[in-house]
């Protein structure tokens, strides 16, 4: 998912013999004109935030994401570090495995500062070979409510130029009777699109616009949009 600190940023910057050995690392500075979760709005002002993940021997990651409120205050919002071990499966692997196959399972502690803190385990399925590269999760939380949230993503990136791609994607949600207010049943339905630029091999500039929608008793529409930089090596 997503995660990093300005440290693994200026290291990836200022590192280019770290490819050789076996790890991979990535760092991101975003900024989001508000702050959702699972189709709401949980912050309306715009927000930044710094994510970094390392990845060891294709199979180990952790990582961290920091959420700061662009406001007055200029608040600490959200604290979440991860790990977890996922590695993609591919017909190389065995004559048995008709395309990629991506596996993960990850612990996720969420810091709060406008409700609890929330533990999640979240394990995954994606088959990134796929025109459609399809993804389901499941998600469960152990600390807040103890419910269950199940979502299935599609994307494709259409490549413009050699450094440029346009992807366009799909999300829907669905809750259980513990994470979703109005009972078990659809949650929330995203639709994305991302612009990417790669400025070297190592850097690329993006932005985003997307559309969600919470279904409850009365829908929830809302519109997004937000631009990051992001450095991997």
Not at 103 to 131: H, N, S, V
Not at 203 to 219: I, K, N, R, S
Request: proline share 3%; charged share 25%.
């Amino acid at each position: 998912m997503k995660y990093g600190t300005l440290a693994a940023y200026v290291l990836c910057a200022a590192s280019l013999t770290a490819r050789e050995l076996p790890f991979h690392a990535d760092a991101e500075l975003g900024f989001d004109s508000r702050h959702m979760k699972y189709g709401r709005v949980e912050n309306d002002e715009p927000v930044f935030r710094l994510e970094g993940e390392v990845e060891c021997l294709d199979l180990i990651h952790a990582g961290v994401e920091s959420v700061y409120g662009l406001d007055s205050r200029g608040r600490n919002l959200e604290l979440s570090p991860s790990a977890g071990i996922g590695h993609t499966f591919t017909p190389d692997d065995s004559r048995w495995i008709p395309t990629a196959i991506a596996l993960d399972a990850t612990y996720l502690y969420e810091r709060c500062a406008r409700e609890d803190d929330g533990q999640f385990w979240t394990f995954g399925i994606g088959l990134p070979a796929l025109m459609l590269e399809p993804a389901f999760v499941w998600e469960k939380e152990t600390a807040r409510d103890g419910g269950n949230y199940l979502a299935l993503e599609i994307g494709h990136t259409f490549e413009l130029t050699a450094r440029t791609g346009i992807r366009l994607s799909a999300w829907e949600g669905w809750g259980d009777g513990r994470r979703n207010e109005c009972g078990a049943g659809l949650m929330d339905t995203r639709l994305k699109v991302t612009f990417n630029y790669a400025i070297t091999e190592h850097l690329a500039l993006g932005a985003y616009a997307a559309y969600c929608d919470y279904f409850t008793g009365a829908d929830e529409r809302t519109w997004l949009g937000g631009a990051y930089l992001k450095c991997g090596l």
